[in-house]
């Protein structure tokens, strides 16, 4: 575990180092759920290549969706963007 104060490719690339140094695999494909810090997918890319499958939680996704809707969003959101 790492602590800091932002999400930056200066961070997130040595963390990366930090777990392929521990033992995580290369050459392998690897599923990567992320929550959509932007760093994160140029990075795994980079550390990775083809063997990087990238994915956003929907948790998160849903999360910043309704962050731009007004206060109480309209009846169904939640239930349609579940859905999709």
């Known amino acids: 575990m790492h602590e800091e104060t932002t999400e930056n490719a200066e961070f997130v ?3 990366f180092c930090d777990l392929i140094e521990r033992g995580l695999p290369t050459d392998r494909v690897l599923l ?8 994160l997918r140029p990075t795994i890319t980079g550390l990775f290549g083809k063997l990087a499958l990238i994915k956003r939680c929907r948790v998160h996704k849903e ?3 309704l962050e731009h809707l ?7 959101v939640r239930r349609t963007m579940r859905d999709a």
């Open 63 to 65: 999360h910043t969706v």
């Open 70 to 76: 007004p206060e109480e969003p309209p009846p169904g």
């Open 13 to 15: 690339k040595p963390l």
């Open 32 to 39: 990567f759920l992320t929550d959509g810090v932007k760093a």
